[in-house]
């Protein structure tokens, strides 16, 4: 079978960060240039780069920019330039641990860098190339641990986009569902919509299609009646932030797991070690609300009555008990706890 979805989501070409403009999508297929921070930064804060991974991969690229850029004459002048884009970055969505990761392994890679300006930017870029390459050999691997999940004939659902276009490429939650196939499985897809920014029904369904896997997209509300009418064995979702006691995702996630455990659908996690926030507790972490807007209107068209208010977190929490198995490059982690997950990971 030939490779799936071949293209790179986020890419480095001679000092321009590339990416697939996924607002655009599923109706075009373009890359757009960021030449700055600033750009990158505007761009992962309008979801143009979106998915925790590619975020990642796209902030450390936004640095290397800086890197690339600079006039600076001395490393301590370039850190400085360096460490005020970090923070810009930094606060452009709070709630996927892999931006802040990404960052800070940039910045250390220009601390520790030679002297010379020339040194830390030629680190600097060196380091977030192989960021994208080590994420996207991490979804292979994800992709081979999370294929054993897999059996013949299995209905997998996932919710909202955690696929090649979340990552540089292959994805994660989907990777298990690609080399599922490579191995000659009969594997189908269900993916749910996701109100409100439709990741599910814009990105992930294009990109399965693109790949000729089968695959059918359900409203959020038709979870319940699917898994009711036995039409789902599995479910794999990707995540934002992996902490101790559970699983940061897209805003739906909670209660997908509730419903699979009440019908006993097994339900999976799918994530880089990029991910994994493994020695701090669910308290604290930011969820990332969202403009009412996206609520409120869509396609432009007001579907809300004017005096009344909404709410649009972008994640949920979703408690390890809820599951079932966590897949990351490192390999299965089976009913987690609290305990586990710090094991399962050591960040460096
Ligand atoms: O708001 P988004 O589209 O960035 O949210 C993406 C998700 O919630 C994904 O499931 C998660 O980032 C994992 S992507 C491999």
Known sequence: MEEFFNLRTVKWRSGKVLMIDQTRLPGRLRYVKCRTAREVAQAIRRMVVRGAPAIGVAAAMGLALVAYRSKAETKRQILKEMESASKMLGVTRPTAVNLTWALSAIIETARRSGEDPEAVRKAVIEKAVQMAEDDFQANLKIGEYGASLIADGDTVLTHCNAGALATVGY????????????????????????????????????????????????????????????LVQKVIVGADRIVRDGVFNKIGTYTIAIA?????????????????????????????????????????????????????????????????????????????????????????
């Open 260 to 348: 699979a455990r009440h019908h006993r659908i097994p339900f999976y996690v799918a994530a880089p070690t990029s991910t994994f926030d493994s020695f701090n507790l669910s308290e604290g972490v930011r969820i990332e609300e969202r403009s009412p807007s996206e609520v409120t209107h869509i396609s432009g068209i007001r579907v809300v009555p004017r005096n009344v208010g909404v709410l649009n977190p972008s994640f949920d929490f979703t408690p390890i008990n809820l599951v079932d198995a966590i897949v990351s490059e490192k390999g299965v982690l089976n009913h987690p706890t609290r305990e586990s997950v710090m094991q399962f990971v050591q960040k460096v």
């Open 171 to 230: 994805g994660t939650a989907l990777a298990p569902i690609r080399t599922s196939l490579k191995q000659g499985k009969s594997v189908k897809v269900i993916a749910t919509e996701t109100r409100p920014r439709l990741q599910g029904a814009r990105l992930t369904a294009f990109e399965l299609s693109r790949d000729r896997i089968p695959v059918k997209v359900i409203t959020d509300g038709m979870v319940g009646y699917v898994m009711s009418r036995g």
